[in-house]
């Protein structure tokens, strides 16, 4: 994205370095992160988890995948609700 700017600047003629300030924060934090990982040795890992959540009523129900959401969030992880899977 970083180069597309650049270019698309360059382009109409103004300082390539005038990209978005959004992006400059998110081009600056991965390179953080890439660092920080780099120097700890650890590894990202993106996944996509399906978990089936059931009840004897719609209210168990609905408890339950309360109860679920909470203790994914707690292992920071994202967590949605796909109800018609």
Avoid: W
Avoid at 44 to 55: A, D, E, H, R, Y
Avoid at 56 to 81: G, P, W, Y
């Amino acid at each position: 994205q970083t180069i597309a700017e650049q270019k698309k600047a360059q382009k109409q003629g103004y300082s390539e370095d005038l990209i978005p300030h959004k992006l400059q924060e998110a081009s600056t934090e991965a390179k953080d992160l890439r660092a920080e990982l780099e120097q700890s040795n650890q590894k990202v890992f993106s996944t996509v988890m399906v978990i089936g959540v059931s009840g004897q009523t719609r209210e168990d129900l609905d408890q339950n995948v309360k109860r679920a959401m909470t203790v994914i969030r707690k292992q920071s992880c994202v967590a949605e609700v796909a109800s018609f899977m």
